[in-house]
Nanobody, 115 residues
Framework: VQLVESGGGLVQAGGSLRLSCAAS????????MGWYRQAPGKERELVAG???????DYGSSVKGRCTISRDTAKNIIYLQMTSLEPEDTAMYYC??????????WGQGTQVTVSS
């Protein structure tokens, strides 16, 4: 299993970014996938998740500013982020869940928001 994230970078406050995560190695259409982030000195937190039937969940700090979507046929998920704030600066990780506490992580993509 391999998860490859892309789309991170440096953006000014108020800007937008779209992150992508491509999963390979099997058919993951029935798996929950999501995005988490971790800032220096802070715990990893859920940004957004999407189930196999398209139900979504968002972290409270990004609700209303992020949209998660998935292309099931291509095993890709996307995270569209708008109105970015310096507090959104973190490493963003893709997550493929295989069980309640098990799964895979991508290598991460850095998002930096300048004020």
């Amino acid at each position: 299993v391999q998860l490859v994230e892309s789309g991170g970078g440096l953006v000014q406050a108020g800007g937008s970014l779209r992150l992508s995560c491509a999963a390979s190695g099997s058919d993951f259409s029935s798996n929950f996938m999501g995005w988490y982030r971790q800032a220096p000195g802070k715990e990893r937190e859920l940004v957004a998740g999407i189930s196999s039937d398209g139900n979504t969940d968002y972290g409270s700090s990004v609700k209303g500013r992020c949209t998660i979507s998935r292309d099931t046929a291509k095993n890709i998920i996307y995270l569209q982020m708008t109105s970015l704030e310096p507090e959104d600066t973190a490493m963003y990780y893709c997550r493929l869940r295989t069980g309640r506490l098990t799964g895979y992580w991508g290598q991460g993509t850095q998002v930096t928001v300048s004020s």
